[in-house]
């Protein structure tokens, strides 16, 4: 099955700073990468996605790179705020496989964003 | 256009006792997934479901644990005689179609004593 990788467990950056978090995924198949943001006490929140056919992909402040050769994917955010605060998780799915449903997530990422 | 609902938003049970966790997905979507999130954990796949069919239970532990999606209603995710490695959250998500972006609810916060 596929396995998710995510680094680092921990990132603290100073407001105005950029963060990058970084995800290695196994499943040569997989296919659809989205990224959450959860809050404490919250539910997981969709922030960005990225499929395999796609290099980049940007949202203001947020881009997501994907190298499928190298099997990874990346989250940067710029001019990071205090409100960016968060746990935040990766994924990979299989979109075509037999368990297209099936979202694998990273352990996540601790971003602390200090003013 | 409200989001996934999720209830209980807290549930605590004794040992043994059942647990049952309601997921209504949002208007329009007809597939739910179901996730567990053990504490400073991932969150782990357990079932995908659409109307009155299980499409993916692998991520589900064998016994105790069913889950469903009726016709009409919401999805339930329901712990038979739980034990305290149940305590987690657990988070249902729902989608207009299949693989692709899931929207997660608040998820139930589960604690057994």
């Known amino acids: 099955g596929e396995n998710v990788e995510q680094h680092p467990s921990t990132l603290s950056v100073q407001e105005g700073d950029s963060a990058v978090i970084k995800c290695t995924y196994s499943d040569s198949a997989s296919n659809y990468f989205p990224w959450y943001k959860q809050e404490l006490g919250k539910g997981p929140q969709l922030i960005i996605d990225?499929?395999?056919?796609?290099g980049e992909k940007k949202d203001q402040r947020i881009a997501v790179t994907l190298n499928k050769t190298a099997k990874h994917f990346s989250l940067h955010i710029t001019e990071t705020q205090p409100e960016d605060s968060a746990v935040y998780f990766c994924a990979a799915l299989n979109a075509g496989g037999t368990s297209y449903g099936k979202l694998t997530f990273g352990q996540g990422t601790i971003l602390t964003v200090h003013p | 256009n409200a989001g996934v609902m999720q209830n209980p938003r807290h549930l605590v049970r004794r040992r043994g006792q059942e647990a049952r966790l309601r997921c209504s997905p949002m208007?329009?979507?007809?597939?739910v997934y179901w996730y567990r999130q053990l504490p400073e954990e991932g969150l782990k796949f357990m079932v995908y479901l659409q109307k009155e069919n299980i499409i993916d239970e692998s991520g589900m532990p064998k016994e105790r644990f069913s889950a469903e999606f009726p016709k009409e209603g919401p999805s339930i995710l329901r712990i038979q005689q739980v034990v305290r490695g149940d305590s987690a959250a657990y988070f249902c998500a729902s989608s207009p179609l299949g693989g692709g972006w899931q929207y997660f609810g608040p998820g139930t916060r589960l604690t057994v004593t």
């Open positions: 208007k329009g979507h007809s597939h």
């Open positions: 990225i499929r395999s056919n796609v």
